[in-house]
Every structure is written in structure tokens, then in C-alpha cells.
């Protein structure tokens, strides 16, 4: 499998691209997760990966959506952008995630990537605005990949997204993508619509024959204004995904993301580690991206660094979610992050003012931590890269305190089939089509 990947990397994708990745993105991106695991060591804390939300603007509509793309449109001015990233490059970080809304609306965002030669981008977006110049200019470039979302069949994409010939669209831009060949990946938020089209050996199959040279496979979480529990998957399919992710690793020539276990198939929380970070449209400092509370922003008079180090916001809610669970706080415990937002003033990112409103309506349900049922990887490299850059350097043997976690599965209302009804239905729901996902000629 190894070698049948790296001789799909070595045919498959532009040289020179391939070894910007592999020298920013691998060599100097393990060098950022080594400082800061120094940097911890001394009592210090940044973040080695960030992510930044350049605009809330979007042209899909997307069901459990929780940014305002209906709200006028707002994003990261350019020099803003420019000025947090070669902060962050002076604390060794070489790689950032683009976020939207939709990136590509954002009229800058090329000049971003031009200003910043010296790191590499991942850009998540629909691919609607991947034209044969974007992607004519991402190949010039070379440090960024397109991580295209496709979210099911047409029916059930089309669905997803708030609109028709969604997906026809994004298959576009995916070969477009494709046919340019920059390093492109696709990523799925998977839920009770979309499981059984894209949680299967012929979907892999099928991205590796268009040349796909990653997928990342995320847990649909149900936040939000319109945040639609019905959708999210029951404990038994996340751990149905869990173990698809780590076979599909072990015997498929395709790259595949997991930002939510270490190596022994432990739950972790990318924020609650610290590992990542999130800045939103408004420049606000937030711990991940669905989590739209913050007390400190880009744009305040004081050195990126510092923030990180001080920031009593941040720093508590590392810690007290540590505490109390290794999984997703905003699934399994949100009232932790209204006490959070209450102890320390923090303010409400959106424009629609009601993220406490929000959390205080979620029903409780569990996340990646599945307590007893973890799934370690098989394949040896995922566990020695894990092993030694992506795991919870040390946040839950400080922290974690068993005693506190709540697990949501023994909640009564729930067991009694109340509440979202997360553990049934939808899973065979009628409306999900017969007819695959469309083939597309390279």
C-alpha cells in the first residue's frame, strides 16, 4: 500500500508542488509541532497550526451552517491577514487553514497566498470558484491545496447545501482541480444522510481513480442557529467511522485526515490540546471554529504571542474542558462553555447576537470520545506520526478527572427516546436516492 501511494504521489502530481508540500507542510510543519512542544515545556503557549476564517460570505446554504453568510458580508482585510500570518511564522508555524464561508469569495485571498510564499495553505471550499485560472494560479503558487467538500449523492448533497446542482458544480472544480494537478483533497461532514454513500470502499476507490490524493472524513456537529440533530450520527456509526478511517489508512494508496485520535485510537480535541486555534471574519480569537465565543481579537494592540500566552479566556477553556471530557465540548458538554463565556466576559463572534441561546438548547450527545470501545491505528506510520506530532502533549494526564465525565449515552430523556433522537431514524431514511455519485472523465 505504501509504495502504491508514493508512486501515486510521484505520476500523479506536479513535482515541484509535491516538494513544496513535502518540505513546508512535512519537514517544517514537524518542526513547528517541536517547538511547540518546547514552548510548553517552558510554561509558554502558541498554537503550531491555525485557522482563519477569512470571510463569512458564502453562495451555499448549507444545512447546521452556524456562520452568518446571510449577514453582510464581512472578512479579514489583507494586510490583517498578512500581519497574523508572519506572526505566526515567527513562532515557527508553517501551515494554516483557509476557512469561509466561502474562501475563494474572498476578492484577497490569492494575494494571501502570493504575500506568504513561505508556508502552505489548505483552503476548505464547495470548489464552485475553482475556474481554469484559480487553478492555473494555485499551481504557479504551490503552496496550497484545495480541500473540497462533497457531502453525498446529488439528492442528498443538493439537500445538504440549501440549493440544486450543488454537487454537479463541485465535481466541476474538482476536476478542474484535478486536471491542473494540484494536490487536492475532499472532505465529507459526515451525517445520517450521507454515511452510507461515503463511508465505503467504493467512494475511496473512486477518489484515488480521479487522482484525490487525501480525504478527511469529519463528524457532523449540530450547532448552530439551525443546527438539525436529526442528522447527527449515533455512538455505533461514529465508531463505524472511526474504524473505516483507520482500515482505509492501513490498505488504501490515499492519504487520510484525523484530527480527533492519537495513535492508540484516544479521543482528543484539537483545541482543547491546543494543538489548533481559529480566527474568525471578525478577527476574533477563537478556540475552534464552531466554538464563536472570544475575548481577545487580531486586531487589539498587542503581539499575537502574547495574546496566546495571556489570554485567561483560552487558557481555561484548555483546561476545564480537559477536565471534563477528551471529546467535543460543544457536544457533550455545553454548559460548560456558557459558565466559561459567563466567568470571563467573553463576547458573542456573530452577527446574530444568540451563540448562548444556542448552546443552552444543544441536547447533550457523544462525540469522538467512546469510552472503552477505542480504535488504535493499524497502519505503523499514522502511529509513529502520531506518536510524536499529533497527540494531547499531556493536556488529559494533567487534566482529565474521570469522576467529571458526563457520559451523554446514560442520559435518561435520551435512553427513553426523547431529545434529538440521534441513537434512530434517518439512517434509512426514504428520501435518501438509489443512484451513486456522479463518474467523472480525466
Not at 508512486?7 to 500523479?12: D, N, Q
Not at 451555499?60 to 453568510?69: I, K, S, T
Not at 489548505?122 to 470548489?127: A, E, K, R
Not at 450527545?365 to 506520526?385: H, K, L, M, N, T
Amino acid at each position: 500500500m505504501y509504495l502504491r501511494l508514493a508512486r501515486r504521489f510521484l505520476v500523479e502530481t506536479d513535482k515541484r508542488l509535491l516538494l513544496k508540500a513535502a518540505w513546508m507542510l512535512g519537514v517544517r510543519g514537524l518542526l513547528s509541532v517541536h517547538k511547540h512542544k518546547r514552548r510548553l515545556k517552558r510554561g509558554e503557549f502558541f498554537p503550531p497550526f491555525l485557522y482563519l476564517s477569512v470571510i463569512n460570505s458564502c453562495n451555499l446554504r448549507c444545512q447546521g451552517c452556524w456562520v452568518d453568510v446571510d449577514s453582510k458580508q464581512h472578512r479579514i482585510e489583507l494586510d490583517a491577514a498578512n500581519e497574523t500570518i508572519r506572526q505566526a511564522k515567527e513562532m515557527g508555524n508553517s501551515f494554516f487553514g483557509i476557512l469561509g464561508g466561502e474562501p475563494f469569495m474572498h476578492k484577497d485571498l490569492m494575494k494571501i497566498f502570493a504575500a506568504n510564499p513561505d508556508v502552505y495553505f489548505q483552503v476548505f471550499t464547495n470548489g464552485h470558484f475553482i475556474t481554469d485560472d484559480v487553478a492555473k494560479e494555485l499551481r504557479r503558487l504551490g503552496n496550497v491545496t484545495p480541500l473540497i467538500s462533497v457531502e453525498g449523492s446529488e439528492i442528498v448533497s443538493d439537500t445538504r447545501r440549501g440549493r440544486g446542482g450543488v454537487l454537479s458544480q463541485t465535481m466541476q472544480g474538482l476536476e478542474t482541480a484535478l486536471k491542473h494537478k494540484l494536490l487536492v483533497g475532499v472532505c465529507t461532514s459526515v451525517c445520517k444522510s450521507n454515511i452510507d454513500d461515503l463511508v465505503r470502499d467504493a467512494w475511496v476507490d473512486r477518489l484515488i481513480e480521479m487522482g484525490v490524493m487525501y480525504c478527511w472524513f469529519h463528524i457532523y456537529r449540530p450547532v448552530g442557529p439551525e443546527p438539525n440533530p436529526q442528522l447527527a450520527l449515533s455512538s455505533d456509526e461514529q465508531r463505524r467511522v472511526r474504524q473505516f478511517v483507520v482500515d482505509t489508512r492501513a490498505t488504501k494508496p490515499i492519504v487520510v485526515v484525523d484530527a480527533y485520535h492519537d495513535d492508540a485510537g484516544n479521543a482528543l480535541c484539537p483545541a482543547a490540546t491546543g494543538f489548533t486555534h481559529h480566527v474568525g471574519p471578525w478577527g476574533d480569537i477563537e478556540p475552534c471554529p464552531v466554538i464563536q465565543l472570544a475575548t481577545e481579537s487580531i486586531h487589539d494592540d498587542v503581539p499575537l504571542a502574547e495574546t496566546f500566552n495571556k489570554s485567561e479566556f483560552l487558557t481555561d477553556f484548555r483546561e476545564l474542558t480537559a477536565q471534563h471530557t477528551r471529546g467535543c465540548v460543544i457536544m457533550e458538554r455545553p454548559d460548560l462553555l456558557v459558565q466559561l463565556a459567563e466567568k470571563h466576559g467573553a463576547r458573542d463572534t456573530t452577527v446574530r447576537g444568540g451563540v448562548i441561546e444556542e448552546l443552552e438548547n444543544i441536547t447533550p450527545r457523544r462525540s469522538q470520545f467512546q469510552p472503552g470501545d477505542e480504535i488504535p491505528e493499524r497502519s505503523f506510520v499514522y502511529r509513529w506520526a502520531k506518536k510524536y506530532a499529533f497527540n494531547d502533549f499531556g493536556t488529559y494526564s494533567r487534566h482529565f478527572d474521570v469522576a467529571k465525565y458526563e457520559d451523554p449515552d446514560t442520559d435518561s430523556l435520551k435512553k427513553s427516546g426523547s431529545g434529538s433522537g440521534s441513537e434512530s431514524g434517518g439512517g434509512n431514511d426514504a428520501s435518501k436516492p438509489s443512484n451513486g455519485l456522479p463518474v467523472i472523465s480525466r
